[in-house]
């Protein structure tokens, strides 16, 4: 069946702009998730879903950060006044329950460059 | 704070030359630990889920262990599609996840 899919895959943009990432979970699929990945660092935590509400919002970065799911599917991932250092590739991951043992599985992520 | 880490940060290896990998992470609260790959521009890909102290998984080449403290990643006889970047992450009670920095292996011919 189909796995995790994000759009866009590449995403340049000015810093001061804003840009939405979306992500497609596994379908029936009601945890989601969103990590960041910087250059040679590990996966940092932003966000996570279960249906479409958020019990844990602690890894978002700042308050320019914020993420929806609508529909217990898809996800957008909103950064506004992009920064430099927001530069990296957002993951997104699904897992069917959300429970401390469901396994995650990923999509291919959105390389996002602030210029 | 609870952490994962992992070394060697990087590894060469000879095609045919074994190795392992290391993960050590915190103990408080985990309820899984995972190991994925991920090729350069992809995601990661899951490959085991260990659960308790004791516990071995195998998949081709590879065979993961679990201690009470930490987890080995081996790779028998490695080939050059073995190269990629290899994750670990522990759960915690909650489900959420905590990935080390990686391991780079790189198999040449």
């Known amino acids: 069946g189909a796995g995790v899919s994000q759009s866009p895959s590449n995403k340049v943009t000015e810093k001061g702009k804003d840009v939405e990432l979306r992500c497609d979970p596994i379908?029936?699929?009601?945890?989601l998730y969103w990590y960041r990945q910087s250059l040679g660092q590990g996966l940092e935590f932003l966000i996570y879903f279960q249906g479409n509400s958020a019990p844990d919002k602690s890894g978002l970065p700042s308050d320019r950060f914020s993420a929806e799911r609508t529909g217990g599917s898809v996800s957008t991932l909103t950064i506004q006044r992009t920064q430099q250092e927001d530069s990296a590739v957002y993951l997104c991951a699904s897992s069917s329950q959300g429970s401390s043992t469901d396994t995650q599985y990923f999509g291919p992520g959105t390389r996002l460059t602030v210029l | 704070e609870d952490q994962v880490t992992q070394s060697p940060e990087a590894l060469r290896l000879q095609e045919g030359e074994s190795s392992s990998l290391n993960c050590s992470y915190t103990?408080?609260?985990?309820?899984?630990l995972f190991w994925y790959r991920q090729d350069p521009g992809k995601g990661p890909e899951f490959l085991f889920t260990l659960y308790s102290a004791g516990e071995e998984k195998e998949k081709e080449r590879l065979k993961a262990t679990l201690t009470k403290k930490e987890s080995f990643l081996h790779i028998t006889a490695p080939k050059p599609e073995d190269s990629a970047t290899y994750l670990c992450a522990r759960a915690d009670s909650w489900g959420k996840f905590q990935f080390g920095a990686g391991t780079q292996v790189v198999v040449t011919p």
């Open positions: 379908s029936g699929h009601t945890a």
């Open positions: 103990v408080s609260g985990l309820r899984g």
